[in-house]
């Protein structure tokens, strides 16, 4: 389609070429008709490849953009935890969205035009050749220095591309920073430091901005003026090979048309260029992003592993964040049917712990066992299937109460889903929320209270049903009654499961069959609550006021 289009364009300045040497010149009625008949069918056929052309260049573009976007996101799935810790929000979400809006658009207004360009710029180039070489040759004397510029500025547009990219993911990051913690802002009055950042941070980025726009505005007259260079030479030496006889009026004439169509597709290129400096810029950011490898992945021979029938052991574990030791050298065993819990001061590792038993991270040393099967061993699905958690930090997502329970189990009947919610002591709140299950619960939660959100998470992991339950910090943010609520259901766990409580409160781990006293990276005292609060100096200074706590509950 392309090639039909581009011939059809580059026909016409023949045309003008026949209508002065032959219709004007030899007064040539009949082809004067022939041609005028011709100009309408050659717009027509220009017009149906043109049309033809762009749909389906639109389609692979956009199908491209398409499988991109689908692919970016996929691959977000698959980083570690430590990607998300070392990259900020706004980071990932420009990458996800400012970029491909600028690759975008490079499909939608470069790539369309750009095969039936590039013809249209070799035929016309042919055209002149065969009308007249020497002039031909004049005119292509100066692409060398068209090039020159193209590549000097195009360099400029792609750096300051880049910069404001990064710069613009800044500003889409301190956006989502106000939107997360505004809250936090407007209690301390501190909305004018944060205004005041973002306008400087969105200075650099105006700055930036007038940096490629310089460069943008002075390509295209640039290329411009060195083409007019050859434009007046064609004419001067053109018009000398015309009086001279040398060369048909008409001809020349043909030839000025053929190099204003040869100039047209360069000035788009041009200005083709310019976004596709920018789409380079953003396709590098967008590559980079795809080729982070994911830290934690599934190993060579890994195995599905569908049931627990032992227990699960800590090896000698020990684990860093970048270089500051949180582990160290940690052994713990627990057998199936076994509820254990985790205590310690703030910091200890008791989560680090659960993100390894979870494979968020990987062990520096040591290793993690079910069954007497290293983790590693065991497909990452397979692993996170076999565990149900009720993470500190990540309790609900967007959406209805109905689909956030729904998680722990796509296809579970509706009956399940108010079984564990009943379970969970969930039921009854959400029974009486506006709209009940399907209440919106608002992004992040934010509609619900801690402890409601709590027991939302606790009805997913009950509703997932694994084998092993993690519940970590599960009561952190509950009343004493919810508290109490969430001791029963997990007392109410039946003995065919592993259940993992990390706790702050003596009450959620003094029935539980063992306590492990995490301490300095490493398991200081493990028992049961009465032995540990006489034997363990650390535990009783962890519990400070126990008895006074136990004599009131
Ligand atoms: N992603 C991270 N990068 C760097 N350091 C981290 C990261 N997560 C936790 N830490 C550090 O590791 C240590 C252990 O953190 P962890 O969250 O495991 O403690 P914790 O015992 O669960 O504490 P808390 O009871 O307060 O939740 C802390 O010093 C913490 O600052």
Redesign the pocket.
């Known amino acids: 389609m392309a090639i039909v289009g581009a011939s059809f364009s580059i026909v016409l300045p023949w045309l003008v070429k026949d209508i002065i040497d032959k219709v004007l010149l030899e007064r040539n009625i009949r082809l004067l008709m022939l041609i005028s008949f011709g100009v309408v069918i050659i717009f027509f056929v220009k017009g149906v490849a043109s049309y033809v052309q762009n749909y389906w260049i639109s389609i692979a573009g956009f199908r491209t953009i398409t499988r991109l976007r689908s692919e970016l996101y996929a691959h977000l799935h698959n980083l570690s ?2 990607f998300f ?1 070392e990259n900020p929000t706004g980071e990932v979400i420009s990458r996800m969205t400012n970029d491909i809006s600028i690759l975008q658009n490079f499909f939608a207004n470069v790539f369309l035009n750009i095969f039936m360009d590039i013809m249209i710029f070799l035929g016309s180039m042919v055209f002149l050749f065969f009308i007249h070489w020497k002039l031909a040759l004049f005119s292509v004397a100066v692409f060398p220095l068209v090039g020159l510029c193209i590549d000097y500025l195009g360099r400029k547009i792609r750096g300051a591309s880049h910069l404001l990219q990064k710069k613009t993911a800044t500003l889409t990051s301190l956006i989502e920073r106000a939107v997360t913690g505004m809250k936090i802002i407007q209690s301390y009055v501190s909305s004018p430091y944060e205004v005041q950042r973002f306008e400087a941070e969105n200075e650099v980025n105006f700055r930036l901005a007038m940096k490629q726009a310089r460069a943008k505005a002075l390509l295209t007259p640039l290329v411009e003026l060195v083409a007019s260079c050859a434009l007046t030479a064609v004419i001067w030496f053109g018009g000398r090979e015309v009086i001279q006889g040398n060369l048909t009026p008409g001809g020349l004439v043909a030839f000025l048309g053929y190099l204003v169509t040869a100039a047209s597709p360069l000035s788009s290129f041009s200005r083709g260029f310019q976004i596709l400096q920018q789409s380079l810029a953003s396709a590098e950011r967008i590559f980079e992003f795809l080729d982070i490898p994911p830290q934690v992945k599934d190993e060579e021979g890994s195995i599905e592993k569908k049931e627990v029938t032992r227990g699960l052991r800590i090896r000698d574990v020990s684990f860093s ?2 270089g ?1 030791k ?1 582990l160290k050298n940690f052994n713990l065993e627990v057998k199936v049917g076994e509820k254990v819990g985790i205590v ?12 390894l038993l979870l494979r968020f991270y990987d062990p520096d040393s040591g290793n993690i066992e079910i069954d007497g099967i290293d983790i590693r061993k065991i497909k990452l699905s397979s692993l996170r299937n076999l565990i149900g958690v009720v993470l ?1 930090d990540a309790l609900v997502l967007g959406g209805t109460v109905w689909e956030n329970i729904l998680y722990g189990k796509l296809d579970a009947q509706p009956a399940e889903i108010f079984e564990a919610s009943k379970k969970a002591r969930a039921h009854d709140f959400v029974m009486a929320l506006e709209k009940g299950y399907d209440t919106n619960v608002g992004d992040a939660g934010c509609r619900l209270s801690g402890g409601q959100k709590q027991r939302i998470a606790i009805a997913r992991a009950f509703l997932k049903d694994p084998p092993i339950l993690v519940f ?2 599960a009561t952190s943010n509950l009343d004493p009654e919810s508290e109490r609520y969430i001791r029963e259901a997990i007392s109410e766990i039946d003995r065919s499961k592993i259940v993992i409580v ?1 706790a ?1 409160s003596p009450a959620m781990v003094k029935d539980l069959d063992r306590i492990v006293l ?1 301490w300095d990276g490493t398991v200081r005292a493990e028992g049961s609550h009465e032995e540990l609060l006489s034997s363990c100096e650390e535990y009783r200074r962890l519990f400070g006021g126990v008895r006074e706590w136990q004599k009131s509950v």
């Open positions: 935890a430590s810790h964040y970048q500051e949180v310690g001061p703030s910091g200890a590792g008791k989560s680090t712990l659960i993100n500190q970590d910090e990390v702050h995490l």
